[in-house]
């Protein structure tokens, strides 16, 4: 059985005891352990801003750049191994392994893209200046400039490599090193990763230090120069955000947590927005075991069009196969640990306060190609409510699952976006319609609710990727309840690794300091 090591101040440790096991979810067999028993999180902390910070900020924008360029190659080179170790680790289908893998590299890449078209620069320039004298003896203009701190990532179970990644992309390219902690289930793939970098020599050492077990007194050390960017569950966000020193500080700190995202069909839908949203509510529930911040929780339907909506859904996902993503035919996985099955149960018990099951057993079953009684196996469960303002559990519980809910609605844009704002904020919510009308009445009233509004109508039908997908040029997190972070968006995820200056002065000082080579650079 394969120990986890942490990679710190520049060496593999690996800890004595304090292990959790990780298990394979198809099986329920001990495969890896891992623990950060006697890691020193002060020289962890020392490390990274004494040693990986300058050698990081000794770098421009492009040079760094250049960097994910590297890692991102590098995780294509590996793709096998690594959707390999997904399937293992996190009971993935091969191609849910991609969505996390592919995803990862790709994130990687669009940052080093974005990060060459900054160039050889190690500010960066946010306007043009204004006068703010009579003469341009005294001008203004704002600059950003990596922090000198260090970045403390800690990821969810789900998506051990992406998580790594949008993070990682992020930092890096803003010139800060980070200590990046995958949620120990699920930690080999990312724990891979970190190995394959350090390996290929991609970053300079103290850029990236990675720590497999727990956090040890690691954020109780972070300070004013420091962030901290958290991705999990809210109530674990609510427990870490809360520290004396965070606040303190102001160390800033960015969370993406809970999402009961929201599909809404709009009446009068073509048939090709229909279609869409038929396939894109099946795959948003079922993909990754419905184990994504942006699946499909709540499903709104026009009153008049529910009957049949439903019954288009519970054909499609009986088809779906639950089983060993190892064994042919299965489209399913399990979900990732036992405490994420039992979780499953629990929430679906607790959805059935205020809706009923209209499709799957709400509880385990066994998984094609897996032996009876083992694996964490959960099938696609369609739960109906009667009234969509009165179900309350499904607008506070979030089941992390291939479980979702249909709400009936009056049909009008005012109802569904106050129906989808009763979920307290949500990473995204999808619409499906061609009337304008309704869509231009629908989206400011739903947009101070979601962070990401995913438009299907018969213009899109046929390229729309699925509103799960968090694309790396458009924002990642939401309001409320999903946390209030801003991850992703080009340079918006970059920002919080910088700090913002106004440079004031005459004006040929304050742009020859903040634009070196001269505007067209
Ligand atoms: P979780 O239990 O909150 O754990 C998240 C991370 O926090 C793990 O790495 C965990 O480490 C760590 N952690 C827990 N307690 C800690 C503590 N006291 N000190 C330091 N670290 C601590 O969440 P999860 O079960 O992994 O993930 C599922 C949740 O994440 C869902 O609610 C989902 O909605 C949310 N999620 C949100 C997004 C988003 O972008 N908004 C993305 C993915 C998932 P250990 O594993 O070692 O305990």
């Known amino acids: 059985m394969e120990t986890l090591k942490s990679y710190v101040y520049g060496t593999w440790y690996e800890a004595p005891s304090g292990f959790r096991s990780l298990v394979n979810p198809s099986t329920g067999e001990e495969i890896a352990r891992a623990s950060s028993e006697g890691v020193e999180f002060g020289k962890v902390v020392e490390h990274a801003r004494g040693v990986g910070g300058p050698a990081l900020r000794a770098m421009t924008f492009g040079e760094r750049a250049g960097l994910l360029k590297g890692m991102s190659k590098v995780l294509r080179e590996h793709r096998d191994e690594l959707l390999e170790l997904s399937r293992i680790n996190g009971g993935t289908t091969r191609g849910d392994g991609s969505f996390d893998v592919d995803g990862a590299g790709g994130t990687l890449a669009y940052y080093g893209s974005l990060g060459r078209s900054l160039g050889d620069r190690t500010m960066l320039v946010e306007d043009d200046g204004v006068q703010l004298a009579k003469t341009e003896g005294f001008w203004g203009r704002h600059g950003l400039a990596p922090r000198h701190g260090v970045a403390v990532h800690v990821n969810a179970f789900n998506f051990p490599a992406w998580g790594f990644a949008e993070k990682a992309a992020c930092s890096i390219l803003g010139g800060v090193p980070l200590v990046t902690k995958p949620a120990t289930a699920t930690a080999m793939v990312a724990a891979r990763i970190v190995e394959l970098i350090v390996e290929a020599g991609i970053v300079p050492e103290g850029a990236i230090q990675l720590v497999c077990g727990g956090t040890g007194d690691l954020l109780d050390r972070l300070g004013a120069q420091d962030l901290f960017a958290f991705t999990g569950s809210a109530d674990t966000a609510i427990e870490l955000r809360d520290r004396q020193n965070l606040r303190a500080t102001n160390t800033r700190v960015n969370v993406e947590a809970d999402s009961l995202n929201a599909a809404v069909l709009a009446p009068g839908a073509d048939p090709a927005t229909a279609e869409l949203f038929l396939r894109d509510v099946v795959r948003e529930m079922t993909q990754k075991s419905g184990q994504k911040c942006t699946a499909v929780r709540r499903i ?153 509004i995913y438009i299907g109508s018969e213009g899109s039908a046929e390229v729309a990727p699925g509103s799960g997908i968090a694309l790396p040029q458009t924002l990642h997190g939401g309001p409320g309840r999903a946390g209030g972070g801003e991850e992703l968006a080009g340079l918006v995820g970059v920002r919080p690794y910088l700090q913002r200056v106004a440079l004031q002065g005459a004006r040929g000082v304050v742009d020859t300091l903040l634009d070196p080579a001269g505007p067209e650079s």
């Open 300 to 452: 709104l339907v026009p009153v008049d069009a529910i009957d049949r909506i439903q019954d288009a859904l519970v054909e499609r996902l009986g088809a779906v196969v639950p089983g060993d993503p190892a064994a042919d035919g299965v489209t399913m996985g399990p979900v990732a640990t036992a405490q994420q099955l039992e979780d499953c149960e629990r929430g679906v018990a607790e959805l059935q306060a205020t809706a009923r099951i209209v499709h799957g057993a709400g509880k385990r079953i066994d998984g094609t190609g897996a032996p009876a009684g083992r694996g964490f196996f959960f099938p696609p469960t369609l739960l109906r409510a009667a009234d969509a303002r009165s179900a309350a559990a499904v607008h506070e519980r979030e089941v992390f699952g291939p479980v979702a809910t249909l709400l009936p609605y009056d049909g009008s844009a005012g109802e569904a976006a106050e129906v989808v704002a009763l979920g307290g904020g949500t990473l995204v919510t999808s619409v499906y319609g061609d009337d304008m009308d309704w869509l231009a009445r629908f989206t400011p009233e739903c947009a101070p609710y979601t962070g990401r």
